[in-house]
């Protein structure tokens, strides 16, 4: 039967029109991401990838799934989208080589209130920018619309990846051994993790976002959107000149230090790392005093200026972390492996 409203999928909040716009304005961001092993361009109903695989005798998929979290509130906030793309990527394929493995494609899935064609290109530019500094090719993705579920002027993003490794080239941590070295890269910042207690925090000031503060360097906004650090192409570089002396890394992502530092070890090795050589960042001195933070709780909960943390021989310590520099990095010394129950002991 047919409605006496004249009802339409445009007049129930979704613009067809739009969604044809969006596909347009991003294409030139795709194909710039584009690496061998790419087939059928873009636009198809899957992704089409031809894994690059020569010389692996035992080819293992490594896949990891992320989103930006609560972080997208501050774009909103600031309404600038270019950034949180980089977020998602790095949210994935930063999980991904901690295996060894070397990130090969990508898709993203982007929810929107309402499709604006010109912010939609912003965050596949993000997206693309983050592929690019992974090596990985945006393969698809899906924009959907998704009326009376969010407000116009809102989105979520997430993303997923998939990377190869041999077998016999695979990092988990089992060699990690008491008298190995822990050493950190240096983070961006905050990346995307504990967005929801930096909110809390600086409720008060997210008002005044573009306001300069003069202890971060930057304004507030500036500091809180720092795109989250793409640590693939230094990390697959070490792993693949040092091979089996790289054997831990770990994302320091949800639950900062102390979950995940433990992630990349076997269960009779604990980790012992020094605070105070953990790089300074004022975002998170100011986050703890200002909110009143414990020490244990911003531990738990932020990388604390080490963005991933390796385990490595400590004959190969200086070397790897010479290696690490050369690569554009900021590597440090951070501590040590000892004897012990798995975890991880800040001295």
């Known amino acids: 039967m047919q409605s006496s409203k004249s009802d339409s999928y445009a007049k129930a909040g979704v613009d067809i029109t739009a969604g044809y716009e969006s596909v347009e ?8 991401t584009f690496r061998s092993g790419v087939l059928g361009g873009f636009g198809g109903f899957g992704g089409l990838f031809e894994p690059q695989l020569s010389g692996m005798k035992r080819p293992i998929a490594v896949s990891g799934t992320d989103g930006v ?38 898709l993203d899935y982007l929810a929107v209130g309402k499709n604006v064609p010109g912010r939609v290109e912003r965050i596949v530019a993000g997206i693309a920018d983050g592929c690019r ?37 695979m990092i988990d941590g089992k060699s990690v051994q008491s008298g190995d070295a822990i ?21 008060d000031d997210l008002k005044n976002l573009s306001i300069y503060m003069p202890d971060l360097g930057c304004t507030l906004g500036e500091e809180l959107l720092r795109p989250t650090k793409v640590y693939v ?8 000149r040092f091979g089996k002396d790289i054997k831990g890394i770990s994302n320091i992502t949800g639950g900062g230090l102390f979950e995940n530092v433990p992630r990349m070890l076997p269960e009779d090795v604990r980790a ?50 010479a290696a690490l520099s050369g690569q554009g990095e900021s590597p440090i010394l951070l501590g040590h492996c000892v004897s012990g129950e798995r975890g991880l002991d800040l001295v």
Not at 25 to 32: L, R
Request: glycine share 10%; hydrophobic share 45%; proline share 5%.
């Open 133 to 169: 500094q992974a090596g990985c090719a945006l393969v698809g993705g899906e924009t959907a619309e998704h009326p009376d579920m969010m407000p116009e002027d809102e989105y979520d993003l997430a993303g997923f990846s998939v990377g190869f490794v041999d077998y016999d080239d």
């Open 233 to 240: 192409q230094p990390l697959l570089y070490v792993i693949r």
């Open 272 to 321: 012992v790392i020094g605070a105070a050589n953990l790089p300074k960042m004022p975002v998170f001195d100011i986050l703890a005093r200002k909110g009143g933070i414990p020490a244990r709780d911003m531990y738990n909960t932020f990388n604390m200026g080490a963005g991933v943390v390796l385990a490595v021989g400590a004959d190969k310590a200086d070397a790897v972390m």
């Open 69 to 106: 979290g609560t972080k997208l509130k501050i774009a909103f906030l600031m309404d600038k989208h270019d950034t949180v793309g980089v977020d998602c990527v790095a949210m994935c394929v930063n999980d991904i080589v901690c295996t060894g493995a070397e990130p090969q494609f990508f």
């Open 183 to 203: 050493i950190g890269l240096v983070s961006s910042g905050l990346h995307s993790n504990g967005f929801s207690l930096v909110r809390r925090v600086f409720a």
């Open 25 to 32: 304005m991003i294409k030139p961001h795709i194909k710039s």
